[in-house]
């Protein structure tokens, strides 16, 4: 079978597996959303966090409780690195530099999990464990909580309040989070995952030049289950994915796409039911499902079909990749990852064709909304929604609507301004970065490969993916201030501005349809959703990399 047709059935059984769990997951979650009881062990949680479940908060105090939550743990996490050589399990390990502990704290509190470290010879267990891990439920949670309080302001009229964050943080972690990932666990287990407490000393191997190399165990499936669901991406070992501790055979690669994917594409039947209007998700999932296949198609396309002698005769860019998994199921694995906000790799993006690293770089670009990451990529596509309605409003000459709600001033003002904020990050940090003795030292490339190694490194950051270009030393001071910099903007600020918009939609009450209400359940609608999204992302981000990628790509 040929490589491309293998890649095709690869992507096509994906697609099909997702469309099986669509509606029973979707519906699921709904369900927790919408539901008023509250178990023995969310009441006991509720006693601990002195939460109140039954007083809703306002926009003002759903925020303040997200960052004053989000500011404890990464308070906790610093700590736990600095601290690490005296905790249970820390394998000997030194305490992680106050720089680096910094950035690794911000960047798993943020969803972003940016590694400028070797996870194996850094973090001991319980730090991996019990502060990585955890992270990686809460701050997924914390991306599903911000989404559900979103959608709330487009269901409810006249009302002042989004709902509790604490009881939809426990909700999601309790009911969503751990009971996926417990069981994506166990397959992973079967199928070869490391999961135990061992040291370096218990898995000593012969390499294929007939050396000795030491591997260190650990709780390895337990955090790669949750490192793809809640599109994380930290690994326990610096190969990431590509390690065969965390990705053993082809099947289990498979398995990793499809946990990325599975929350993100059922949220959308969520919000369809939140709404009243199934139709609404369906819209919304035709949009992201549009651009991803797009994506997915043209990255594959361009490491399988690159021009030049050795690609050629090897049947695609094998530079980087994994053989286990061959080229095109690594190109879609990185497909899947950046247009998520997971920074888990199975090949080297930096190996990547240009038009390769090209469209990784875009795929970030768009504000990883197709179908972005979990909870963030919904709220994301709904702020172009937002967005959408109002460019065609402009072009009728009628105010816009979506959902029943009005887009006046204020409402258009914090769409734009959730937009603007990771462009700036991204152009101000790379150009911060290309300006300044400090950034440069830390490049390893020249010319146009090594612009888009930074400008990679800011984008990623800023859109809190977590994946790097690699050829560049992100391990410095300068680096890891200015990275966690970006990756603490890039979540938050947005976030806030994402609040307030379901804030000021929630007050409002609702405007019936009439003749002229622009329907946004039909395929116009999906097109002109994916046009503006892609619109907007070229004109500002072009001549980045047009002097990045393209030129690299023009020049070769």
Known sequence: MGTSVAGA?????????????YRPLGDYMYRVYGGTRHSRVERAIYRLVGADPGTGQTWVT?????????AVGVLLLYGMQRSQNHLLLSLGFAPVEPDQAWNTAVSFVTNTNWQSYSGESTMGHLVQMAGLAVQNFVSAAVGMCVAMALIRGFAQKRAEHLGNFWVDLTRTCVRILLPIAFAGALVLIAGGVVQNFADAEHHVVTTVAGGRQAIPGGPVASQEAIKELGTNGGGFYNAN??????????????????????????LCRTFGRLVGQNRQGYAILAAMGTIALVSVSLLNAFQLAHHGTVPTAAGGATEGVETRFGVADSATFAGATTLTSTGAVDSFHDSYTSLGGLMTLFNMMLGEVAPGGTGSGLYGMLVLAVITVFVAGLMVGRTPEYLGKRIGPREIKLAAMYFLVTPILVLAGTGAAMATESGRAGMLNGGAHGLGEVLYAFTSASNNNGSAFAGLTANTVWYDTALGLCMLLGRFVPLVFVLALAGSLAGQGRTPESDGT???????FVGMVVGVTVVLV??????????GPLAEGIHR
């Open 538 to 547: 070229a004109l500002t981000f072009l001549p980045a990399l047009a002097l």
């Open 518 to 524: 622009l329907p946004t359940h039909r395929p116009q």
């Open 9 to 21: 059935l690869f992507i096509g059984s994906l697609v099909l597996a997702l469309a099986v769990v």
């Open 241 to 266: 994915s590509a390690h065969p501790f965390e990705n053993p055979a082809a099947w289990t690669n498979w398995l990793e796409i499809f946990l990325i994917l599975l929350i993100p594409v059922a």
């Open 62 to 70: 759903y925020a303040r409780s997200v960052l004053a939550f989000s």
